[in-house]
């Protein structure tokens, strides 16, 4: 079936390190795109990726890497940069990111820093 | 203030309640999404509407773009409808689908 696979779905860190977070679509989406969701507020956008091999940033993208080298992978690197990660993070797919369409959802990946 | 307002924040329900949640917002738009997140978090998409009335199954969500104020309904609600609902607008400024998300109504539908 298709969909979108993110992983890992529990993740834990040391403070200082990078990691770095998987997200595969099967449906043939141009658009993908990282949120950060935080207890009590919005999602908010990390990073968005309209084709392959192109990325922009969102709102909150300080201390996190994106790379969009084929069409069904959009990795999100946590860096050491990121002063606050823990999150729960969610990886988006959309037809196209030129115009409004329906948003395609992973499980999510849950970053602890220890 | 939100651009995105949801009400309630919260809401329990007895099986067979007819619920609904609102969600107001303040700018222009070219689509306003419905969601559901799942307590182990996933999400999925339920409705996206730019005017008038959609219908699935026992949801209902219907838009007035002049009063800016989308409601979604749950008729003869369930306890498997106990999620957190999303809603989440496409600003006509910015471009593709960079959503802005209200911050979610928990929903607990008892037996």
């Known amino acids: 079936d298709g969909g979108i696979t993110q992983s890992p779905k529990y993740l834990f860190r040391k403070e200082g390190q990078n990691v770095t977070l998987s997200c595969e679509q099967n449906?043939?989406?141009?658009?993908m795109y990282w949120y950060r969701q935080d207890p009590g507020q919005g999602l908010r956008l990390i990073y968005y990726?309209?084709?392959?091999?192109?990325?922009q940033k969102g709102d909150i993208a300080e201390g996190y890497s994106v790379s969009r080298e084929k069409k069904e992978s959009f990795p999100l690197t946590v860096t050491s940069a990121q002063k606050n990660p823990t999150a729960f993070y969610l990886c988006a797919s959309s037809i196209s990111g030129g115009t409004t369409g329906e948003l395609f959802f992973g499980e999510g990946s849950r970053l602890t820093v220890l | 203030k939100n651009e995105v307002e949801q009400s309630p924040q919260n809401l329990t329900a007895q099986e067979g309640e007819f619920i609904t949640i609102n969600c107001s917002y303040s700018?222009?738009?070219?689509?306003l999404h419905w969601l559901q997140q799942h307590p182990g978090g996933g999400i999925v998409s339920l409705f996206m509407?730019?005017?008038g009335k959609k219908k699935h199954g026992r949801l209902i969500a219907t838009i007035n773009i002049q009063e800016k104020h989308s409601s979604l309904h749950i008729t003869a609600s369930h306890p498997r409808d106990s999620a957190v609902y999303i809603c989440a607008v496409s600003p006509l400024t910015g471009g593709g689908n960079k959503l802005t998300f209200g911050t979610g109504t928990q929903l607990k539908v008892e037996l």
């Open positions: 700018v222009g738009i070219s689509a």
């Open positions: 990726s309209q084709i392959v091999n192109d990325f």
């Open positions: 449906l043939n989406h141009d658009a």
């Open positions: 509407l730019s005017s």
